[in-house]
């Protein structure tokens, strides 16, 4: 008999990184969870997309990740659907700069609740049953979470802890579960008005000269998930080599 096929929840999955992240899982047989929080048409064109590709293969979950209770309600709506849990993608992320002088605690909760906070949580809900399939756990960190950015504090802060999460987890869930982390480099060219960095920064100061894509993390999330059996607590950096400068 043939084994249902395996199940992911990706966090922010509706756009960007982590539509392109549950695009290369779903291409490989995976059932997909899509998390949005407000980009419902988005999450409708890309459920549209790939239950055209195979039929009742994905689901949207919208919810608030700084609404406590939404959190283990992911959970439990993805394996009530599914069955099943195999990996959860932390992908969901807010960012933006918080100049020092004007930080308010309204923004330290804001960026450590979808950073540092949900992930954590939401691993703690999905932990029996990612034990119960032998899975694992993926978190989108960043190469800022082992250095500080200007103007960033509370952001690097956030992703500091998520790294931190990282490896207090891969020690709690192992052996049956693994988790690691992804840092990226500059990825997609922000949307802010505020800019941590010009294209042309981007250029100088990476070793392949050249920013990424987000093909390039969807690949590390499925290297990590699915061929890594070995590898649990690391911190994986696919930043073209820009954590090499300073």
Not at 132 to 152: C, F, K, Q, T
Request: net charge neutral; charged share 20%; glycine share 6%.
């Amino acid at each position: 008999m043939t084994s249902p096929a395996r199940v992911a929840l990706i966090t922010g999955s509706a756009k960007r990184i982590g539509a392109e992240i549950a695009r290369r899982l779903h291409a490989d047989g995976w059932r997909v969870a899509l998390h949005y929080r407000s980009a419902r048409a988005e999450a409708d064109a890309l459920l549209d997309e790939l239950n055209g590709l195979r039929a009742c293969s994905a689901i949207a979950l919208q919810a608030e990740l700084a609404e406590f209770d939404r959190v283990p309600e992911l959970i439990a709506q993805t394996v009530g659907q599914f069955g099943r849990l195999d990996a959860l993608v932390n992908n969901a992320s807010t960012y933006y700069a918080t100049p020092l002088g004007n930080i308010t605690p309204a923004q330290w909760d804001e960026l450590f609740a979808s950073n540092a906070r949900a992930p954590f949580f939401l691993a703690q809900a999905a932990a029996p049953h990612l034990r119960a399939s032998g899975g694992a756990i993926v978190n989108i960190a960043d190469i800022y979470a082992e250095r500080p950015l200007r103007g960033h504090s509370v952001y690097c802060m956030a992703k500091a802890a998520l790294v931190m999460a990282t490896k207090a987890l891969a020690l709690e869930l192992g052996p049956q579960v693994r988790v690691n982390a992804i840092a990226p480099g500059n990825i997609l060219w922000s949307t802010n008005a505020v800019k941590a960095e010009t294209l042309d920064t981007v250029v100088d100061r990476t070793a392949l000269a050249r920013q990424g894509s987000p093909a390039d993390i969807a690949a590390a999330v499925r290297f990590l998930l699915s061929e890594a059996g070995y590898v649990t607590g690391t911190v994986l950096e696919v930043d073209g080599g820009r954590s090499l400068s300073i």
